[in-house]
């Protein structure tokens, strides 16, 4: 950890200090619960945060893995959510919808921002959801790459893909797969469990096997905490689906999926009702950001100006 050499601070920076700077700045925000979110503002221009997925992944690996690409025309800020990350874990263990969206505006208050885009990937569609319905005039416009807006589809959709993926399964453990007698998220991390048995779980995310390895060597870094992936599931919340709250959400919102992402499911994109949409695919997976960087950037880009 020490090649990294963060200098964090552990104080509010109030004002438009950090978006004045171009150079990249790491500190800590302290919520309103006393929970230390580690943010990173990088780059120059229009600030956009990025809202990582998971359900309790980290931004270190949409930075690392070509997501940087960004800082070339935007003040990328990259946020660990609560208990993720290089953030703190909240001693009463928060983790409601309502309470990580505050956290997203706490940020941009305490960055000194009126708005700015807002693009999430996978799991941080949700959060994205939640967020502009709540606070609809912190936000310019939206990008969706690779989201879910239902957990619970997504979680089928990983079914379907695991049975196609794996010619090899027995009609049993296919059987076991599609029955609904059982409860879906017990059959999606099943599948999860096959897929990796037989050394292509890999596919559900990238297209390419050293990606994967890439991608694994990063999340394995001794700094990052993983506590919020660990409770999710227990909020019902997390687990209905959020298309009806799209269509409340009038910003023009742009939808990036890939064409085999068979971590989401190539049409989830039908589940988004926003009035505002366009609807973007990109022959890849589901780490568009890694394997697709240039192509990405030029969606967003021209979206986004």
Known sequence: MSR?????????????????????DSLFVTTTDGVRLFVKTAGTGTPLLFIHGGPGSNSFYFEKEGGSIFEKNYRVI?????????????????????RVVQDFDEVRRALGY???HVMAHS???ILA???????????????????TISLLDTAQSVI????????????AEVASLQDERVPVLNRYFDAFGKL????????????????ADRDDRLMDSPFLKWDMGQHIFSYPEYLVSFGAKTAQIPQKVLVISGTKDYAIGVDHPHL??????????????????????????????????
Not at 78 to 98: A, H, I, M
Not at 129 to 147: F, G
Not at 160 to 171: D, F, N, Q
Not at 273 to 298: C, D, M, W
Request: proline letters at 3%; glycine letters at 6%; one cysteine or more.
């Open 4 to 24: 990294f050499f963060l200098f964090w601070l552990s104080f509010y920076f109030w004002g438009g200090l950090l978006a004045a700077n171009a150079q990249a």
């Open 78 to 98: 990259y946020l660990d959510q609560r208990g993720c990350g290089r953030s703190t874990v909240p001693e009463d263990k928060n983790y409601s919808l309502s």
């Open 114 to 116: 009126s708005q700015w």
């Open 123 to 125: 799991f941080g569609g």
């Open 129 to 147: 959801t939640e967020y502009a319905v709540q606070y609809p005039e912190t936000i310019q416009s939206m990008v969706y790459l690779n989201c």
């Open 160 to 171: 379907g893909s695991t049975i196609a993926l794996l010619p090899e399964l027995t009609a």
């Open 196 to 211: 990796q048995a037989h050394h292509k779980k890999y596919l559900l995310q990238f297209e390419d096997q050293k990606n």
């Open 272 to 305: 988004m009702r926003f009035p505002n949409k366009e609807v973007v695919y990109i022959n890849g997976s589901h780490g568009l950001y890694a394997e697709h960087t240039q192509e990405l950037y030029a969606v967003v880009r021209r979206f986004l100006r």
